[in-house]
């Protein structure tokens, strides 16, 4: 007997309805497993390019290095700022290499040569060279050009007495 809706098929009575599709009443092959995969939670191993270690002999004071624009701000043989990068003299006004003390500081100088503004200068070398705020992507005229975030901590970290190395 037939029924509105059903249909055989191979021995098989299937019954419809209007918003399914046709079902069989024999139970369907189980399929295999999917093979597990393993994911993991955590983040690929990374890896970090060590920062350069300062090139200088200084154990208090601070570092240049003229040849990477690097430099650094130092406290009991520890690094305290840095590597962070440095702005420098062309070769005809070049930063001078050596070491020196900080001679004294003025947090708010004008040059008098130049008449341009170096806040949070730290004078280290003869002829007015400092550490200070200024454009990295400028040529000094031979001191030091720090951001202005790192020329303040240089500022607030360097004593007068402190050594620096240029390198």
């Known amino acids: 007997m037939r029924r509105a809706g059903a249909a055989t098929l191979l021995g098989l009575t299937l019954v419809t309805?209007?918003?399914a599709a046709p079902r069989t009443t024999t139970p369907s092959p189980i399929a295999e497993p999917a093979p597990l995969v393993r994911t993991?939670?955590?983040?690929?191993?990374t890896t970090t390019t060590p920062l350069p270690?300062?090139?200088?002999?200084?154990?208090?004071?601070?570092?240049?290095?003229?040849?990477?624009?690097l430099a650094w701000?130092?406290?009991d043989d520890?690094?305290?700022?840095?590597?962070?990068?440095?702005?420098f003299g062309p070769p005809d006004?070049?930063?001078?290499?050596?070491?020196?003390?900080?001679?004294?500081?003025?947090?708010?100088?004008?040059?008098?040569?130049?008449g341009t503004d170096m806040p949070n200068s730290v004078f280290f070398a003869a002829g007015g060279i400092a550490f200070h705020a200024g454009p990295l992507d400028?040529?000094?005229?031979?001191?030091v050009h720090l951001t202005d975030a790192d020329s303040a901590a240089f500022f607030e970290g360097l004593n007068v007495g402190d050594a620096v190395q240029v390198r």
Do not use: M, N
């Open 17 to 19: 309805s209007s918003c």
């Open 40 to 45: 993991s939670t955590s983040a690929p191993p």
């Open 53 to 69: 270690a300062p090139p200088c002999a200084v154990t208090t004071g601070a570092c240049v290095s003229l040849t990477q624009h």
């Open 73 to 75: 701000l130092l406290r």
């Open 78 to 87: 520890k690094v305290v700022r840095g590597p962070v990068p440095a702005g």
């Open 93 to 114: 006004q070049a930063t001078p290499a050596g070491s020196f003390r900080v001679a004294w500081k003025d947090r708010e100088h004008t040059s008098s040569v130049y």
């Open 138 to 143: 400028a040529p000094s005229h031979g001191c």
